[in-house]
């Protein structure tokens, strides 16, 4: 379980976020996709961008894993099909 150190900010504690680089880089390789397809924001939140040829299962993959390790994300869907 990762800690992180936080600021006080007017009686509220205001938490750092979380580097979750070696978690991301783990399911990156259980995933098989690249590690550039998950981007860490500076408020610790990772967004999810998958190419048009990701499969289906790579992107659940990368979403079931994120959410196994608790790790907050952010995804969507933009399809080019018409």
């Given at each position: 379980?990762?800690?992180?150190?936080?600021?006080?900010?007017?009686?509220?504690?205001?938490?750092?976020?979380?580097?979750?680089?070696?978690?991301?880089?783990?399911?990156?390789?259980?995933?098989?996709?690249?590690?550039?397809?998950?981007?860490?924001?500076?408020?610790?939140?990772?967004s999810v961008t998958?190419?048009?040829?990701?499969?289906?299962?790579?992107?659940?993959?990368?979403?079931?894993?994120?959410?196994?390790?608790?790790?907050p994300a952010k995804?969507?869907?933009?399809?080019?099909?018409?």
């Amino acid at each position: 379980m990762m800690l992180s150190m936080g600021l006080l900010s007017g009686g509220t504690v205001i938490a750092s976020p979380v580097n979750h680089d070696k978690e991301l880089q783990a399911i990156a390789r259980k995933c098989e996709v690249p590690r550039t397809w998950m981007k860490m924001s500076s408020d610790g939140v990772v967004s999810v961008t998958a190419p048009e040829t990701a499969t289906y299962g790579q992107v659940i993959c990368m979403v079931n894993e994120l959410k196994d390790h608790k790790i907050p994300a952010k995804s969507g869907l933009v399809s080019g099909d018409k």
